[in-house]
């Protein structure tokens, strides 16, 4: 008879050491837990989760609400010797039971598309995939024989309806799970969001024809490996205008004073095209975006 006492609870400062022991090996390179256990222990926007197999730590999870309806999970490890013992789910189920009391209406979170055992825990949760992206990549470093092409620029306030009726006809606006990502979270583009961007110069337009042809909303981030311009969506036409956003954003690497960009581009293939054509790089690997609904 299997007499070991599991207990999921908040996390306590002692408990860094012993969860970032069974964490080390999580990819090839570590695990990023350690740089975020100080924030997610202390940030009063997020609650961090243990669950402890008589008294040893054997999992954690991470809830934070992104804004006052939407929560985000992370961080779902578990310690190899105490998998298939339910963990998972029960450290799963703390988090929801959280966010709900926080007032959450929507949980998200990211899984790799090749793990499939953490697929198989969002999908008992009953979340459900609404979209995906692939990680896009180049340096400031542009070919000298192109052409300056049509240049973009910094949406305004007045700009504001025009972008929510561009949103709300978009072909790419729905297949990306209408999702701004930015730090490895998602956000829902809303009108409240769109004119934070606005009002912080991220939201950058591309005109042809007396009309509005395409969109990019992107931020300088402080990431491990430095400061890199992060485009968290892009919106186009047809794949050229997608293409000269692509292209522009680069030319704005030297003002900005950062030397690389990391794009987080939706699963869809017309996106893919435009940005590898001018000098993107795809490293073949995809993400899927889970969502439950708490209402």
């Given amino acids: 008879m299997n007499s070991s006492i599991r207990e999921i609870r908040f996390a306590r400062p002692e408990d860094r050491e012993p969860v970032l022991a069974f964490c080390k090996n999580t990819w090839s390179w570590g695990d990023y837990v350690e740089y975020q256990w100080d924030d997610w222990l202390h940030n009063p926007n997020g609650r961090l989760f243990v669950a402890t197999i008589n008294g040893q730590q054997a999992g954690i999870v991470y809830m934070r609400m992104l804004t006052t309806y939407d929560a985000w999970l992370q961080g779902l490890r578990v310690d190899p010797q105490f998998r298939r013992q339910g963990l998972a789910e029960a450290l799963n189920n703390a988090a929801l039971l959280e966010a709900m009391q926080r007032g ?14 953490s697929i ?18 180049v340096t400031s470093q542009l070919n000298p024989v192109r052409a300056s092409q049509e240049r973009i620029q ?23 799970g209408g999702l701004y990502y930015v730090g490895w979270a998602a956000y829902p583009i809303t009108a409240e969001l769109l004119k934070s961007k ?6 950058y ?7 509005l042809d395409g969109l990019a909303i992107a931020e300088v981030r402080t990431e491990r490996q430095g400061p890199q311009l992060s485009i968290g969506y892009i919106d186009g036409t047809a794949i050229e205008p997608i293409s000269l956003l692509a292209y522009n954003l680069r030319r704005q690497l030297p003002d900005l004073h950062v030397d690389s960009i990391r794009a987080y581009v939706p699963d869809i293939l017309l996106l893919r095209e435009a940005l590898t054509g001018v000098e993107y790089e795809w490293d073949g690997n995809f993400f899927y975006t889970y969502e439950r609904g708490l209402a």
């Fill in 104 to 117: 959450a209406t929507y949980v998200r979170l990211l899984i790799d598309s090749n793990n499939t055992p």
């Fill in 120 to 137: 198989r825990v969002a999908e008992r949760m009953k979340m459900r995939k609404i979209a995906g992206f692939s990680l896009i990549t």
């Fill in 154 to 176: 910094l949406a305004t306030l007045t700009d504001l309806d025009e972008i929510i009726d561009y949103l709300n006809v978009s072909n790419i606006f729905p297949l990306a």
């Fill in 198 to 203: 606005i009002d912080a110069q991220q939201v």
């Fill in 205 to 211: 337009l591309l005109r042809r024809w007396d009309r």
